[in-house]
């Protein structure tokens, strides 16, 4: 009887009717897990050339070779067990991503992006334990991040970025260790900040309706971070002298916010990676900040369509790694520093729309003209420009 059985197992496992070595089957659940995705998809979506349509379960999903039957879209471990890798073709797919996406526990890589998938973003993906990149870029999922992703304690890249997600963000975030890139941008995201992943070293939520301050209890300990784009939200406040003096930071986008001052602190030593700051239209008040010309490898800075006044600093004009500066639409005042317009100044950009005098006109950097004197008085309460 035993014997007869290990025939059998060993004749189903690894032969099949032509004596063709098949290593071993796809695992039941991950079949399953499959079927249901595949039918959770509307069929009018699936065009006959795409990875989908080749999907026949009459034939085994990581069987070889793959010839006519699940060409494309997935990827097996080695010993043909398991699905490893979830990553669909963006030929527009549109269906609800299945529950029962979570009995794919093998997965490390779930890449969905650019199709039309809609609906909630199931909770129970936070069985996904092996989970290293999650991308769902580009579909038109709703419904809020679920808080059980926190528990994909393997992610280290999660791109929900450009879908219809709202409300707020999990508050375990900084649970997430392995965590090294987030894109949530182009979503409906509310609420402040939480506390981020430690390991972070892109952040980008971009485009959403966040508000609240840049809390020093969000970013504490984030000595990765090398990236931070937060422009196009409701961000309100100061931005904290701490902030720029996060040890890795090259790049930095809080553009079109409601921020209201900044501190900047010059680099602790001298020392700072900071290439490019980006805090155009937002309402911030006070003088150009000085120090900005103390990061040695600044090269682009926006101050533009803030509420800026006082004089242009001479140390901006003196700053040999500056290429790039945004200053119009603010009402600064004074001559700008000659430094701009001399024949080594390679700095592109704008002291537009400002209330300077004395900017060359044959500069490309004295475009847009300046405010109306009218409006220059009206700023500096009435009183004419007062000498800078
Ligand atoms: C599936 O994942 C588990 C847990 O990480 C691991 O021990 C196992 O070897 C994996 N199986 C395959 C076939 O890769
Ligand atoms: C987000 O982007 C859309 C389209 O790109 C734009 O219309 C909208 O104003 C942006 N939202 C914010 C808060 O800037």
């Not at 004074?334 to 400002?354: A, M």
Request: proline share 7%.
């Amino acid at each position: 009887m035993f014997k007869i059985l290990l025939f059998l197992l060993i004749h189903l496992f690894l032969f099949n009717s032509n004596n063709f070595l098949i290593l071993a089957l796809t695992s039941p659940q991950d079949i399953s897990a499959l079927k249901a995705f595949k039918a959770s998809i509307k069929p009018s979506s699936i065009p006959t050339w795409s990875c989908l349509a080749s999907w026949d379960f009459t034939a085994d999903p990581c069987a070889f070779p793959r010839r006519t039957h699940f060409i494309c879209g997935i990827t097996c471990s080695s010993d043909s067990t398991r699905v490893t890798q979830l990553t669909l073709d963006p030929v527009g797919y549109s269906g609800q991503l299945t529950p029962l996406v979570s009995q794919l526990t093998n997965l490390t890589i779930l890449d969905l992006s650019d199709n039309y998938f809609f609906g909630l973003i199931p909770s129970s993906i936070s069985s996904l334990f092996n989970l290293q990149t999650l991308t769902l870029r580009s579909n038109s999922l709703s419904g809020s991040v679920p808080n059980s992703i926190t528990n994909l304690k393997s992610l280290e890249s999660l791109d929900l970025s450009h879908n219809f997600l709202s409300g707020y963000l999990p508050k375990s975030l900084n649970s997430m260790f392995n965590l090294r890139r987030i894109d949530l941008s182009y979503n409906k995201l509310t609420g402040s900040l939480p506390k981020l992943p430690p390991n972070l070293l892109e952040l980008a939520m971009k485009n959403n309706s966040l508000s609240g301050s840049l809390p020093k209890s969000s970013f504490d300990g984030l000595i990765q971070l090398e990236v931070v784009e937060l422009s196009e939200n409701s961000f309100t406040g100061s931005l904290e002298s701490w902030f720029l003096l996060l040890p890795a930071l090259q790049q930095v986008d809080l553009a079109n916010n409601r921020l209201t001052s900044v501190e900047i602190s010059k680099p602790v030593n001298g020392n700072s990676d900071l290439v490019a700051v980006d805090l155009g239209f937002n309402k911030i008040g006070g003088n150009a900040p000085v120090n900005f010309a103390d990061y040695p490898l600044l090269s682009s800075l926006s101050l533009r369509y803030n509420r800026l006044r006082g004089a242009i600093p001479l140390e901006y004009s003196q700053k040999k790694s500056l290429r790039r500066l945004f200053l119009d639409g603010n009402f600064l005042i004074g001559k700008p520093p000659s430094g701009f317009f001399g024949g080594e100044g390679p700095v592109t950009g704008s002291l537009g729309d400002n209330c300077l005098q004395g900017c060359p006109g044959s500069s490309q950097l004295c475009t847009p003209s300046q405010k109306p004197n009218s409006i220059c008085k009206q700023a500096y309460g009435g009183k004419g420009k007062p000498r800078s």
